[in-house]
């Protein structure tokens, strides 16, 4: 009978020949468990008891400006299909172009023929288009998942990035010709029954991507800079609990809907449609949106988040 130091030898020993074997000389587990006697299964095996006994330690050299540590906390702590953290910018324009490479990063390798992209409108995601960086032709369709905000010439200059991105990729374009936000209720459902903006809203609406932002309920956001809503309507939604806002769609910190005049009138896509789309994705950075992004998060409205580091910490501190 062996005794027991050496068959602990002995074991120990086959542990850290088939980790050789696989880790440095490349073999793959069938050539091992054929040189060896074993069946690859018997060396699957081995390699995790190696990796738990020590005996192969694994370690990660994460380039300079890449946070894949605090993007799996973000993934794992908020059940998102995935995450992106960019290095930390000041606040505006130089945050909003760091934020708009991470979707171009996150984005290019999805991209398809036949993809529907729902892009929604924003100070942030107005610099995607000059941040992407796609060196192919691609047969997908870009979205409008809202129609116009602002002035013609507003939205022109800023907010048209669903005709950019098209342009960029040789790719197709739907347009929403109607106003985001209409003065009642009755002149919006008049505006849906128009056969071609109901085309173009139910084209949005079953996107496999939407990319979003998400706005605050303050003085900064876009309903109230565009004169959308007024001061005393920006106080009341405050005392109904709304932290946030997609598609002039106001949310509460755990992302329930909260009902407002105002929603009654807006030409886009409900909270649901995010809820249920295969990437729902939100790209918002800052002090300023951590409350917002991380209703949103919690309320389900996204499932990939695109972030600052110091946002990204922000969200996770607070859990």
Known sequence: MEHPQTETTSQSRLLARVAWMYYINELTQKQI????????????????????????????NTPPGMYVELEGKLRDCF???????VTDAEPGEALYCALAAGV??????????????A?????????IPQMFACDKQINCTFAEAVGGIGNQSTRGKNYNVASRMAELVGGQVSYIYAPTIVSSKGIRDAFLNEPSIEEALSLARRADIFINSVGTVDSRCLVVVHHYLSEEGLAELQALGAVGDVYGQFFDRDGNYVPFELCERVIGPALDDLREAPYSVVVAGGSDKVE???????????????????????????L
């Open 79 to 85: 059940g998102l299909r995935d995450a992106v953290v």
């Open 119 to 127: 892009l929604s409108q924003g100070r942030t995601l107005s610099y």
């Open 33 to 60: 468990g054929q040189a060896l006697g074993l069946s690859r299964i018997k060396v699957n095996r081995l390699l995790q008891q190696a990796r738990c006994q020590g005996i192969v330690e694994i370690s990660v």
């Open 104 to 117: 171009s990063d996150w984005l290019i390798p999805r991209l398809r023929d036949g993809l529907v992209i």
């Open 292 to 318: 917002a992004i991380r209703a949103a998060l919690r309320g389900g409205l996204m499932n990939v988040l695109i972030t600052d580091c110091q946002t990204a910490s922000a969200l996770l501190a607070e």
